[in-house]
């Protein structure tokens, strides 16, 4: 991560809001994060950016925020979800939070670059991300730039397209202000929404500052508000914070069986970067496997391969050990939290299963499927297939009955005609309509691929907001046709393979 100082253009006056509409954008707010006190934040208003524009807006998470139909067209949005005009009611603060960054104690972090305006009626949270420096910089500027801003915007939208836990972007405005990274680029704020932004991070915080009465609220307000079945006395022998932390291990091993399979690298899986409610959150460097390569490692800055593919379901585990360490002084003997995290591998290995074969068309378990799964993904690690594509061929093929454009993928043809007959045998026994629309709802067409993000930010960067649009309602649906798309469901060029992402952003 490269932190540069700020070199935001001269702020325009923060005003509060002057709504030029009759019905105000969020009517009403609620106290949620914000009644737990200030030891856990700092209350700020973001910093102005000057001549702010819309990059892209989600229509859906607006209508689930309950914003007005016509807030995309209004100006006073626009300049409320730059940072430039207070919400009326809102009272926008930064949180504080700590963590595990590589593996190594951090300490404190926090939103350096997030602010939160606040919980609406709906009980989402709306946080921008960019909005300028807070207590928790350090030595950032505050800041996130429009190439960065896009891809979250996009990929929040498409996890959920696909079913996959994570935070929501309502959307992302941009700003000719200029933000120094490797070279010279421009400021963008990403509007961000979710039930709550709470990390692995702030318990981290609390517990290794001692402060043990903050710990316990913090873990209380959870339980409260998001795992209320925690204080069931069923549940871990009536030890609440036990509980908590088992059902945060099972919702985070679910995650990650989702990303596995679907192919998805985060990239930066540090304990500050991990959800208390197992949605994917932060999106960096993240990407969308092409080649089938297990030990893809998408972060440009992680040369030791930390946060690999093939490595995330492990240091899920790991940084449940860090949150497991955290509410120790909670749960008290260290057997009790060791015991709450002890399904994780099984529900991982369950629910990865149980995706694989939902990709496979196989509907029931059945002897001999797992180890079916396991030589597949042996086999297309050893030819790097190409991970989206194979799925659809294999959808088509079991729909037409044809499997020549599933072995065309293979350069070797002996190991996959093996694996196809065995493939076919299971298939067998399964019924065939139901086989094909499983895997048709199953295998996305459309995939965020690092190239087609690429081409919506150079686009973007020249002032073309079509491509991000297009993406956006690609990705939506990712499970459709799309005709006259077809070619952003394709192979990814060969320039696609330099594409260099870090933590810079
Ligand atoms: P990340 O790994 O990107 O999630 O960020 C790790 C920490 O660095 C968090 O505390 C962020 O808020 C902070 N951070 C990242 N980028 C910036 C920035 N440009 N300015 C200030 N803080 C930042
Ligand atoms: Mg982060």
Redesign the pocket.
């Known amino acids: 991560m490269t932190l540069a100082t700020a070199h935001d253009a001269a702020p325009n006056a923060l005003t509060d809001a002057a709504p030029d509409a009759a019905a105000p954008l969020v009517p009403a707010w609620q106290p949620g994060f914000a009644a737990l006190g200030p030891a856990f934040f700092t209350e700020l208003r973001p910093t102005p950016l000057p001549d702010p524009h819309w990059v892209g807006t989600s229509a859906d998470v607006g209508a689930l925020l309950g914003l007005p139909p016509d807030w995309q067209q209004r100006g006073d949005a626009l300049q409320a979800f730059t940072g430039n005009a207070l919400l009326p009611g809102s009272r926008p603060l930064a949180s504080v939070y700590s963590g595990h960054q590589f593996g190594v104690w951090a300490g404190q972090l926090g939103d350096g670059r997030a602010i939160l305006l606040g919980e609406t009626a709906s009980g989402l949270e709306v946080q921008l991300k960019g909005s300028g420096r807070t207590p928790y910089s350090r030595m950032g500027d505050g800041r996130a730039v429009l190439r960065s801003s896009i891809r979250e915007f996009l990929c929040s939208e498409a996890m959920h397209a696909l079913g996959i836990p994570t935070t929501r972007a309502l959307c992302v405005t941009g700003s000719p202000a200029p933000v120094r990274r490797e070279e010279v680029e421009t400021a963008a704020v990403v509007t961000r929404v979710a039930p709550s932004f709470i990390r692995f991070g702030h318990f981290e915080h609390f517990a290794a500052r001692g402060q043990h009465d903050q710990l316990r609220q913090l873990a209380d307000y959870v339980i409260d508000r998001y795992y209320p079945d925690c204080r069931t006395p069923q549940q871990r022998d009536g030890n609440a914070y036990a509980a908590l932390l088992h059902a945060v291990s099972e919702r985070t091993a679910a995650l990650l069986a989702q990303w596995q399979a679907v192919g998805f690298c985060h990239g930066v899986m ?1 304990t ?2 991990m959800s208390i409610l197992g949605l994917t959150i ?1 999106y960096g460097p993240f990407q969308f496997l092409d080649a089938f390569d297990p030990g893809h490692i998408c972060n440009h800055s992680d040369a030791r391969g930390r946060y690999a593919f093939n490595q995330q379901p492990g240091v899920a585990h790991w940084n449940l050990l860090c949150l497991a360490q955290a509410l120790l002084p909670l749960i008290g003997e260290a057997d009790t939290a060791r015991a709450a995290l002890q399904s994780f591998e099984g529900v991982f290995s369950q629910q990865f299963l149980a995706r694989m074969r939902a990709k496979l068309g196989l509907q029931q378990p059945r002897e001999g499927d797992a180890a079916l799964i396991n030589s597949l993904l042996h086999l297309l690690a050893a030819e790097r297939v190409d991970y989206p594509i194979f799925w659809q061929r294999l959808t088509q093929a079991v729909a037409s009955a044809d499997f020549a454009p599933v072995r065309e993928l293979f350069i070797h043809g002996d190991p996959v005609n093996a694996w196809l007959l065995q493939y076919q045998e299971l298939l067998a026994l399964e019924t065939q309509g139901l086989a094909t629309d499983l895997m048709l709802n199953t295998n996305p067409r459309f995939v965020l691929r690092n190239h087609l993000g690429e081409q919506a930010i150079r686009a973007a960067k020249l002032g073309d907001f079509s491509e991000v649009q297009t993406l956006h309602k690609l990705l939506a649906r990712p499970f459709e046709e799309h005709p006259g798309h077809e070619a952003r469901a394709d192979f990814p060029p060969d320039w696609a393979a330099h594409i260099s992402i870090s933590c810079s952003s």
């Open positions: 540090n500050d970067n932060d």
